[in-house]
């Protein structure tokens, strides 16, 4: 377990300070105090914050180089007036305190300067997924608190399923890489320096599959991922639970899930207790959720969807007219905050229409939208970019005052965490003055950061086959350039089989094998650069270009074989099996490491267990093709009836119409069209 002292000596290493600053500034050592008379309210946040950007706090007696004032008001605006060695930072909360002061070290070679900004939201944050096998470390959460302090962002969630002890309950998380309490009170100890509320979010209906599939909990599982309702079992688990909440965090506020519950009630309790609505299940459950979190003081919010298609009487949570009534009030619970999620939808006018929807339950209110970390082994920038400028400007225009973004980790945390960093820029610039610009994004990058917007949009090129890596870096703002359906070639290519590739009809290989190749000339040059790159990057940045590198082989291998095979090009075979085949299993080698490298700073080491394995298969499987296309040549088998199968297209045109995403998600469904995750 790591603590505050130990992170302040560490900080400056883990930010890149050297790109942001220069050394010169570093070796200075600038000296800063705190005027205002809110030195312990601020002095130790304040401390670890000037460390990170390479200046020392000081008492006002040891004449420091600047001098700070802090003044908090009522009005909901940031104010940084600079005279000379003097600043003042006007602001409303301790968070923005933060915001004004990194506005202040951004600007602090200019003699005089002074910048206001409105207050757009009354909360800003991100969620930070805890579920997905990836479980960040204490220092990780750490490392993002001061992230998003140097934006003025006042609330982290962090996605707990059953990564959260509770007592009494060993097999809770058991090899998981739950959290104790202590290390929840620590980071929630550390936030509050920086202003920042940190949000726990649990599950108490649904998403609890790895959990119940374990035999100490087959009494607790209705169907499917959902709980068994109106057991005492469960009641007390979930009371547990909550206790526990209440125990590590001290903002009062909880998350309690309750999403995608489409079978409530359909299984071991219709056995039980007959069918029942869905409707009023929820309704029950909720209340009784409403009464635990009130006997210890805590705020309740919960996902919308399932709330909002039953008080609607919708099949589909996106598909409710705009007119649309509530059913029944014998339905509603006012007291909960309902949190609208929406990752999918284009143009300002949908979001502001399900806003509005939202708002005619009478609940409190906060939106969700998605980074898109979660597309495979890259993120997908573009269409996270464009849709979030679409639902931020609904907000502001509907006053919805509560909004974070969401860094998803499905099937595996297969992509870094660290690519979060634009989209937490996007959402933190947001919340502060006029719709931020491309110029703007872009100083704030590199200042907070230390690193270079568009060298992370570039890893969208990954997956978006509009993406021309040879044009102007701008195309990521293009609607004919951006992922619109977060189709993800890189995960297919990366996973599907050399001799059976269940995808080789839905990508150009050859076309796709062209941009990964250019690709990793783009990666090289940022590797090698005059201006360097600080050690996080080097090692994101180094497994991207060994990613595209296996890429720009594997993407048509499937392909190239199938074809020499049926032409009788037995040298050309010969070529594929020793050249490509085998440089794959061995880029596949190092490519694991990379992760591996990643992985381990930014996570605990559970969960990366089934990263290993499935890279690993990578590498396996290209040799096994290669042994099966030599023992073909060598006469020791007559043919080799896997490419002798006719490929189809998994989906059709006709599948995919209506579809928010074509990609395609899940590794146990892409490597394999056999049986590899059930009887």
Partial sequence: MTGLGTLREDIGHSFGIGVLLGKESMMEKKRIS????????????????????????????NKPDWLVTEKFVKEKKLKVKKRGRECVIFCQEKAHFYRGLSLFLQNISKEEFEIEEKVNFHSNGMMMD???????????????????????????????????????????????????????????GFASLFGITL???IQTLAHLRTALHLPAFADYKDIDDILLLEEEKTKALLSGLIKTVSECFSGGIVHLGMDEAAHLGRGKYMDLHGPEKGAKLMKKHLEWLMEECQKRGLEAMIWSDMYLRLNFGAEDYYGIDKDALPEGEENLSKEVGLCYWDYYNEGKEFYKNYIRLHQRLGNPLLFAGGAWTWNGVAPCVSRAMKISYDALDACMETGTEDVFVTAWM??????????????????????????????????????????????????????????????????????????????????????????????????????????YSLLGKELDAILSGQDGLEEE????????????????????????????????NRERLKELAENDLKKIAALAQGL???????????????????????????????LSAAHRVQLFLSGSIPRIPELEEEILPYKTKEMLEGDFQHGFYLWERIVTAGNIDGV
């Fill in 34 to 61: 705190l005027a205002g008379g809110e030195e312990n309210i601020l002095g130790e946040g304040a401390r670890i914050f000037l460390k990170q950007y390479g200046y020392e706090w000081t008492e006002k007696e």
């Fill in 130 to 188: 805890c579920s997905r096998n990836g479980v960040p470390t204490v220092d990780t959460i750490k490392q993002y608190v001061v992230r998003m302090a140097s934006l003025g962002m006042n609330r982290l969630y962090l996605y707990m399923e059953d990564t959260l002890e509770i007592q009494g309950y060993p097999f809770w998380g058991y090899l998981r890489g739950r959290y104790s309490k202590e290390e929840m009170q620590e980071c929630d």
């Fill in 199 to 201: 949000v726990p979010c």
């Fill in 410 to 515: 499905d099937n595996g945390a297969e992509t870094p965490l660290q690519t979060v960093l634009p989209l937490l820029l996007l959402y933190g610039e947001y919340g502060f003055g006029e719709r931020p610009d491309r110029e703007r994004l872009e100083e704030r990058f590199a200042f907070c950061f230390g690193k270079g917007l568009e060298q992370y949009r570039l890893l969208d090129a990954f997956d978006n086959p509009g993406y021309e890596v040879c044009c102007a870096p701008d195309t990521c703002d293009n609607p004919m350039y951006y992922n619109k359906y977060s189709v993800n070639p890189s995960k297919t290519f990366l996973y599907q089989d050399n001799l059976m590739g269940l995808f080789e009809k839905m990508y150009d290989g050859e076309k796709m094998g062209g941009q």
């Fill in 537 to 568: 990057d080097k090692g994101l940045f180094g497994y991207y270009h060994v990613l595209a590198e296996l890429l720009s082989i594997k993407a048509g291998v499937g392909g190239r074989i199938r074809e020499a095979y049926r032409n009788g």
């Fill in 592 to 622: 694991n490491r990379r992760r591996e490298e990643i992985w381990m700073k930014e996570y605990k080491p559970f969960g990366y267990e089934v990263l290993d394995i499935r890279l690993a298969g990578v590498g396996q499987r290209a």
